[in-house]
Structures are given as structure tokens and as C-alpha cells.
């Protein structure tokens, strides 16, 4: 028999090479959270759905390839870790867990992530990197509490115009995909402190970029940008501007006014010579890379 370590509630099997959980297990209704990462589990038994109280479970870096309907039934949790497994879709009871505050599902190999996610009101971290996810679901917009969403290291080609209403985003991270454009819509995340875009196909920013009024952080580099909108010199708490590895020949001008400009990297593109203005921010403190 395996051996339990347990504190009454909170069961740790992390990395103890199990190929199955124990049989005992399943009597554990009063449990409130299950740490199993890092065994060797290809299969998750449709007992877990016994496991009500379940308030945490974690099950990332085990072999699984898909989970049971009856995992629906753990109403209770609100932390759920499925990282680093070899997940290729997910099941409709996933999307009954409406406590659910903090999703992990990165290193996958998730094509879709299923309109049912929509359900998920009281998301608050949703972690999908590393997968092959082409699109986003429309429904994405229905998370409203969302703060944190990654999506870097997947096959995104676009971001749904739904992405504008998740009003209390303060960080995006899609960088490493194969976005071309960006809906208008971005410029509606008034509470976006960080965009990490960087290794994407982006031509251009839309207009609307300039509605970012938390931003602090935009990360730009490698890309394909030929032009900025002026209405990026109106972020008034933007700090660093990575521009890096780009096809710039001109920037605009009031990127030179921007106030809380700390850091501006501009190395790696089509400029003949520095604008005027550079010189003005690196002598009130901002470092400019040219």
C-alpha cells in the first residue's frame, strides 16, 4: 500500500512515482485539497468526483490525456493545476466548476479551448501556454474578474474583439504566436498594466492602444511593425517600450512626451537617425537603446 502523508485536509502525493492513486483515497470526502503532481498517471479514475470538499487539486506533470466527466462534480474547488500533462481536450463538466478562480493548463496539447469556458465567472488566472491553441473562444469575454491571462507559445493567428470586455485584465501575455493584427477592442482594457507581444507577424497597433491608460510594460520586439500610431505617446504610465528587431524607419513624435518613459529599446530597426526628442528623455533619466 502507498503511504498517505496527510494534515487532516490536505493530502500530498507529489512526485511519489504512482501509476495509480490509492484505493483509499476515495473514502476521503472531507478533503480539501490533493496535491498528485509529478507521478505517472496516464488515467484520472472517475472516483474523483466522490472527492466533494476539494477546494485545491493538483495534478500537473502526470501523463494524462484527458480527464473524466465526473470531475464536473468537485463544486468546491477553486484551484485547479493541470500544467505540463498531455491534455488534448477537455470535458464538459469542467465547465460546471464555477468557483473555479485560478486554471492551469500549459504545456498541453490543446488545439481549442471550448466556449464552455465562458462559464467560468470567478476566474481570476487562466494559463494556457504552450500549446496548440489556433483561436480563441468568443466566450473568453465572459470572464470577467479575469486578471491574468497567458497564452504565449501557441498558434494564435488572431484575438477575438470579445478580448475588450475583461475590464479587470491587468496583464496579457501572447507573445511567441502568429498574430498578424490586433482587434480594436484591446484599447477597452483599462486596467492593462503589462502586453508581452513580442515574436508575433504584427504590421501595425490599432489606434486604440492609446485607451491603455495603466499600461506600464509593452513588449513589441520582433515583430514586423513598419509604423506606430501616434496615440501611443498617450499612455501616461507607460515605463518600458521594447521596439527591438522590428522595420521602423520613423517614429512618432509624442513618444517623446511620454512622462513615465523609463527604458525605450529601439535597436534593430530601418531608422536613418535618432529623432530629436530622444535626446530630451535621456536627459531626464529615461535609457534609450538606439
Known sequence: AHQIHTDETHLDLRGRGLGTLPETLWQRTDLRGLSAGENGLAVLPAEIGRLTGLETLFLDGNPLTGLPESIGRLRRLH?????????????????RLRRLAFLYLSDN??????????????????????????ALPEEIGHLAGLKELRL????????????????????????????????AALG??????????????????????????????????????????????RLPRLAFLDLRANRLERLPDPLGSLPGLQKLDLRWNRLDTAPA??????????????
Do not use: F, I, M
Not at 169 to 179: F, V
Not at 279 to 289: D, F, I, K, M, N
Open 79 to 95: 484551484t485547479l493545476d493541470l500544467g505540463h500533462c498531455r491534455l488534448e481536450s477537455l470535458p464538459p463538466g469542467l465547465w
Open 109 to 134: 496539447r490543446l488545439e481549442a479551448l471550448p466556449a464552455g469556458l465562458g462559464r467560468l465567472a470567478e476566474l481570476v488566472y487562466l494559463g494556457a501556454t504552450d500549446n496548440r491553441l489556433t
Open 152 to 183: 504565449y507559445h501557441n498558434l494564435l493567428t488572431g484575438l477575438p474583439e470579445s478580448l475588450g470586455r475583461l475590464g479587470r485584465l491587468q496583464e496579457l501575455h501572447a507573445y511567441d504566436n502568429r498574430l498578424a493584427a490586433l482587434p
Open 188 to 233: 477597452a482594457l483599462k486596467s492593462l498594466r503589462r502586453l508581452g507581444l513580442r515574436d508575433n507577424a504584427l504590421t501595425a497597433l490599432p489606434e486604440s492602444v492609446g485607451g491603455l491608460a495603466q499600461l506600464v510594460e509593452l513588449d513589441l520586439r520582433n515583430n514586423r511593425l513598419e509604423r506606430l500610431p501616434e496615440a501611443l505617446g
Open 277 to 290: 526628442w530622444v535626446a530630451g528623455l535621456e536627459q531626464r533619466g529615461c535609457t534609450v537603446y538606439l
